[in-house]
């Protein structure tokens, strides 16, 4: 079965840095789109940032210039590096992937920006 483990979450200051990694198993075809959904308390899911096959990537405007996704050379791990973070990007993040054309996703993983 396919399975999305996500890790590098923590506890941070304001100004201080990330990077979160997601590594798929269990799937015997690459994954075409991976990528990064938040959820504050109170608010919706949201996309934070997504990486296609050939490497395209798009940002919330919120995290543009300050986060960076990519992925390995398998295509199989995904990262989110997250750079100069504020108290608004404290959520649980989910890393997500598509796979042919099923999604799925991780169980999520706390960050947390406070001074």
């Known amino acids: 079965q396919v399975q999305l483990v996500e890790s590098g979450g923590g506890l941070v200051q304001p100004g201080g840095s990330l990077r979160l990694s997601c590594a798929t198993s269990?799937?015997?075809?690459?994954?075409?789109?991976m990528g990064w959904y938040r959820q504050a308390p109170g608010k919706e899911r949201e996309l934070v940032a997504i990486?296609?096959?050939?490497?395209?990537?798009n940002y919330a405007d919120s995290v543009k210039g300050r986060f960076t996704i990519s992925r390995d050379n398998t295509g199989n791990t995904v990262y989110l590096q997250m750079n100069s973070l504020k108290p608004e990007d404290t959520a649980v993040y989910y890393c997500?992937?598509?796979?042919?054309?099923?999604?799925?996703w991780g169980l999520g993983t706390q960050v947390t920006v406070s001074s």
């Open positions: 990486i296609s096959r050939g490497r395209n990537t």
């Open positions: 997500y992937a598509q796979i042919r054309s099923t999604a799925f």
């Open positions: 269990g799937n015997s075809f690459s994954s075409n789109a």
